[in-house]
């Protein structure tokens, strides 16, 4: 028997070449785990009504970890029209499969390193090394709104919210309402993932990104149980800023920052500038981690238009892989893939057409796995 069970979910489009990427470097470094196939995607809604079929999540309940391509999604009509004929006008709602995956087995980190490798073209600056990390279960994505606004909701902000008035007079179909709902654990236990991870990497400082000068409930609450995570880590440097001003900051002085941790919507916004300083979408890599199981991917989706091209880079997908390995506690064969990744990058003889070279997909995880 294996070692490790890993559930290989690829999805659509670019999602299946850049993985297969993947699992050329996984071969080569000789893991010793059993991967197993799950569906997941469009043609799976298309199909059977559901792009996260039940056989897959059950899969997802008996693996150590899993790694996923991308999905390609479409708004809910877009998406009703393509469904097979025998399962319209059943109700059926598309929903995000990996939305799904982080709320149903409590996903609660997406964990996202942002790290210049030397000799990438598309580094912003050299030497950026950020790691944020973003709350996954909460906050505006937590699935609480209102499109119109039922009547109850609307009486009762009517009589809590005064100063608000003005709108919940309004016909409920003129506003919708979508809630930032944040609790203390999810802060707190977010904020300190972020200061064990600072602990056990080295990393010299953490800092808390919010928006509590404006949002006073919640992310006042976020950043008052960041503090006092933080108060436990005397070792770490903290502090903390503005969502807003951090993108300027950021900017001009990346040097300047290091751990990020930061509520749902904040994070996925800072984590995009981030991995756009270091590379973009070809070296945006993505961890959801929670406490039994954890699912790695590239940030970016399906790209339709390159689909079956096999010319997109699987940067990003070879270095989630590495933090699978991590996460399993392969440290050492995590660090021989960044190695070779870095030397891949490095050397600027193997890339593809997004770092201005004309490699294949697949050429670049051959230049990898040789450099093991
Ligand atoms: P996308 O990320 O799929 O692609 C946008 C563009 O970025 C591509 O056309 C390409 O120019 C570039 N790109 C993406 N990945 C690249 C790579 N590995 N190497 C080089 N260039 C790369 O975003 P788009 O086109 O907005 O969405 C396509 C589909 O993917 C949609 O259905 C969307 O809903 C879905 N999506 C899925 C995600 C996921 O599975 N986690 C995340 C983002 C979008
Ligand atoms: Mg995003």
Same mark, same amino acid.
């Given at each position: 028997m294996s070692r490790y069970k890993i559930a290989w979910l690829p999805g659509d489009g670019i999602g299946v070449e850049v993985m297969e990427a993947a699992r050329i470097v996984l071969d080569a470094l000789q893991l010793d785990a059993e991967y197993i196939h799950g569906d997941i995607g469009w043609e799976f809604w298309c199909k059977?009504?559901?792009?996260?079929p039940a056989r897959t999540i059950d899969l997802l309940g008996k693996v150590n970890a899993a790694m996923f391509g991308a999905i390609t999604s479409k708004p809910v009509k877009a998406a009703e029209s393509e469904l097979d004929s025998s399962l319209r006008g059943k109700g059926l709602v598309y929903r995000s499969p990996i939305v799904r995956m982080r709320q149903m087995f409590d996903l609660y980190i997406c964990l996202r390193p942002c790290k210049a490798y030397a000799?990438? #073209?598309?580094?912003?600056?050299?030497g950026i090394d950020i790691v944020v990390f973003r709350e996954n279960t909460e906050d505006l994505y937590a699935g609480v709104e209102f499109n119109p606004v039922p009547v109850e909701l609307s009486e009762v902000l009517t009589r809590l919210s005064r100063p608000f008035a003005p709108f919940a007079r309004l016909p409920n179909e003129h506003y919708a309402i979508s809630c930032k709902v944040n609790t203390m654990k999810g802060s707190e236990r977010i904020a300190r993932a972020a200061f064990e991870f600072a602990r056990n990497h080295k990393r010299r400082k953490v800092t808390i990104v919010h928006k509590a000068n404006v949002v006073r409930a919640t992310d006042g609450m976020f950043l008052e149980e960041a503090k006092r995570v933080a108060?436990?880590? #005397?070792d770490i440097a903290t502090d903390d800023a503005n969502v807003d001003a951090i993108c300027m900051w950021l900017l001009k002085n990346p040097a300047n920052y290091d751990v990020l941790v930061a509520p749902n919507l904040y994070g996925d916004i800072i984590s995009d500038l981030a991995a756009q300083m270091v590379g973009g979408l070809g070296f945006g890599c993505s961890g959801n981690i929670g406490t039994s199981l954890a699912v790695f991917e590239p940030?970016?989706?399906?790209?339709p238009k390159y689909a079956g091209l096999y010319k997109v880079n699987p940067i990003a997908t070879i270095l989630a892989a590495k933090m699978m390995l991590d996460w399993l506690g392969e440290t050492e064969k995590g660090l021989r893939v960044e190695a070779a990744t870095a030397a891949v990058i490095r050397e600027g003889k193997v890339c593809t057409y997004d770092m201005g070279g004309s490699a294949k997909t697949l050429d670049v995880a051959r230049a990898i796995a040789e450099r093991l």
């Open positions: 059977e009504g559901d792009a996260f000799g990438n #073209p598309l580094n912003f600056k050299e108060r436990e880590y #005397p940030s970016h989706g399906s790209a």
